[in-house]
């Protein structure tokens, strides 16, 4: 079974704070990985797409790291508004079929 | 607006009573998935579809059924509801076509309460 792990939380930061989440893949051959935002009773967001060379979308970086099979999401100067659960997500296509597994999140808490 | 729809956001019902929850997308996208997410064990695929009248089964089919009739709709169907189907559930779509990292772009969820 291709599995996507991560550490449940909750990471309680105060504002300010770095915070650092971590999410490893089982399966070798995933193509694709994204993290997402998800506040309380709220559809999933995307947060931003993660590539082989790392990213950063203002006070976030993604870094993918294919030969240990894991990526990560580093939130700088965290905010109140940053509080959310957020879940990396790892897809697979290819012979028709489109594969992408959740992990089942992260709980940020951003205390004033 | 380019967005997923959901239809209802929330409903509560009895079991064995037959429901649809529908879900319409007005990006052209090929792909269209349903998940299940619940308390512990995050959000779970039940049924996916890569394009008009292919679908294919995901982690928890079980007790589900989609159809695929045109691109733009995907409907979910409990055709005998019960208490361990009581969950939140999310429509999702997504471009096959387009080369690069595509994400999915999710509806607004609907609650559903199993009596």
């Known amino acids: 079974r291709k599995e996507v792990e991560q550490d449940p939380g909750p990471f309680n930061v105060p504002e300010g704070a770095t915070v650092a989440f971590n999410c490893t893949y089982s399966n070798s051959a995933s193509q694709s990985f994204f993290w997402y935002r998800q506040d309380c009773r709220k559809e999933p967001k995307l947060l931003m797409s993660?590539?082989?060379s790392g990213n950063e979308d203002g006070r976030f970086t993604a870094q993918l790291n294919r030969a240990s099979q894991y990526i990560s999401l580093l939130i700088r100067d965290s905010k109140l508004s940053d509080s959310a659960t957020y879940l990396c997500v790892v897809t697979y296509s290819g012979a028709g079929s489109y594969q992408l597994t959740f992990g089942k999140g992260t709980k940020l808490s951003v205390i004033p | 607006e380019a967005q997923v729809t959901q239809n209802p956001r929330y409903l509560i019902t009895v079991t064995g009573k037959k429901l649809t929850v529908t879900c319409s997308q007005n990006m052209n996208h090929e792909y269209m998935s349903w998940y299940r997410q619940d308390p512990g064990l995050g959000l779970r695929q039940i049924y996916y579809?890569?394009?008009?009248?292919?679908?294919d089964k995901g982690d928890v089919p079980e007790g589900y059924k989609v159809s695929r009739k045109e691109k733009r709709n995907f409907p979910l169907i409990l055709e005998s509801p019960s208490p361990n189907q009581t969950s939140l559930y999310f429509c999702?779509?997504?471009?096959?076509?387009?080369?690069?990292?595509?994400?999915?772009?999710f509806g607004d969820g609907t609650r559903l309460s199993i009596l």
């Open positions: 579809s890569m394009n008009v009248e292919v679908t």
């Open positions: 993660v590539y082989s």
């Open positions: 999702a779509s997504r471009p096959t076509r387009a080369r690069g990292n595509q994400p999915q772009h």
